[in-house]
């Protein structure tokens, strides 16, 4: 079993830099592979990122190429998401989930077997 937070989100202009945290307790962060998702109002939840165990192999929606980067602590067991250049439409929930094929990663929400409960992003116009 694992629990996720996530934390680091809040208000920000466009353009600004926001970096948010996914702290997991339970069984070791470094058993999992780790992905972020969000959801806007209205929409599905949307594939963010993802990194595998050890941060060898990262994957990315097409929307945030470029300007969001996903890496992990596992020392901490904490995975980040950096995301400069930020655009109103990144305006959602980010959640962070974790995927016990710890070597690969996967774009798919059905993969994921632990959640987090989210952390709002709002980016200004």
């Known amino acids: 079993q694992v629990q996720l937070v996530e934390s680091g989100g809040g208000l920000v202009q466009t353009g600004g830099s926001l970096r948010l945290s996914c702290a997991a307790s339970g069984r070791s962060n470094g058993s999992y592979a780790m992905g972020w998702f969000r959801q806007a109002p209205g929409k599905e939840r949307e594939f963010v990122a993802a990194i595998n165990w050890n941060g060898g192999r990262t994957d990315y929606g097409d929307s945030v190429k470029g300007r969001f980067t996903v890496s992990r602590d596992n020392a901490k067991n904490t995975v980040y998401l950096q995301m400069n250049s930020l655009k109103p439409e990144d305006t959602a929930v980010y959640y962070c989930?974790?995927?016990?094929?710890?070597?690969?990663?996967?774009?798919?929400?059905?993969?994921?077997?632990?959640w987090g409960q989210g952390t709002q992003v709002t980016v200004s116009s």
């Open positions: 989930a974790a995927d016990q094929r710890f070597g690969v990663v996967s774009l798919r929400r059905s993969d994921y077997d632990y």
